[in-house]
């Protein structure tokens, strides 16, 4: 049975990539920071392997990324979905938010990829699937900070994907458009309905949505090195 590893995977995207995982048949552990009571609950529910996992920490990556392959005997699929975000005009950001931003959202994907690879280099097999933002592709107002690490996310990805493709392991990347998750609570009913209009598909992704590209990209071993715009035609 094939295996994965979802940090983050208690969050909105998170939580629907473990769902999609273990409908597929693979055998997943739900890496948690802050929401242990969730990842357990998914745990009775779905027989996931709940892991404590501070991808900011990278001692704790290393110890949650062992864990996992201990319990599991080996790690075919590293899904990166932990991340939060900030809005903010860019004259305003103190070095306490940025540090934190990229702490998560950068840092603990590197972190993550670095403790995953040596197991899958042994393997000579694996598929790493980095969540990233179309902001990370075009930037956005107001976030950033946040489209500085996503783009950083974008570059991990196609770097990897050239220096692991010789041990048969592919990198992608999903760059979500808006998606109706907790990150979207910020926003008012009229903002989300004026930022829809722009979006030609005229609505917000589903996690469910996303889940499925990553699905996809962990399963065909000729796809590396791509960044999968998952946005409803926004900024094509």
Do not use: H
């Amino acid at each position: 049975m094939k295996t994965a590893f979802v940090t983050g995977g208690t969050g909105g995207i998170g939580e629907a990539v473990v769902r999609a995982l273990c409908e597929a048949g693979l055998q997943t552990a739900v890496g948690y920071c802050n929401a242990k009571e969730k990842a357990n609950a998914l745990s009775a529910e779905l027989g996931v392997l709940p892991v404590y996992c501070n991808t900011a920490d990278a001692a704790c990556v290393n110890d949650a990324m062992q864990y996992v392959v201990q319990a599991f005997g080996r790690l075919d699929l590293l899904v990166n979905c932990a991340g939060i975000s900030e809005w903010g005009l860019f004259d305003t950001l103190s070095d306490a938010t940025w540090q934190n931003l990229r702490s998560v959202n950068l840092d603990g994907v590197v972190y993550t990829c670095r403790a995953a690879v040596p197991y899958m280099i042994r393997q000579k097999s694996g598929s790493i699937v980095n969540i990233g933002s179309v902001w990370g592709e075009t930037g956005a107002s107001c976030e950033a900070a946040y489209s500085a690490c996503k783009a950083g996310v974008s570059g991990l990805t196609k770097a990897l994907a050239k220096e692991l493709a010789p041990s048969g392991i592919t990198v992608n990347c999903v760059a979500p458009g808006a998606v109706q998750t907790s990150m979207m609570q910020r926003f008012s009913a009229d903002e989300i309905s004026a930022l829809c209009e722009e979006i030609p598909l005229g609505r917000l992704a589903q996690p469910s949505e996303i889940a499925q590209a990553v699905l996809f990209l962990s399963r065909v071993s000729y796809i590396t090195g791509q960044i999968l715009g998952i946005n409803g035609g926004l900024y094509i």
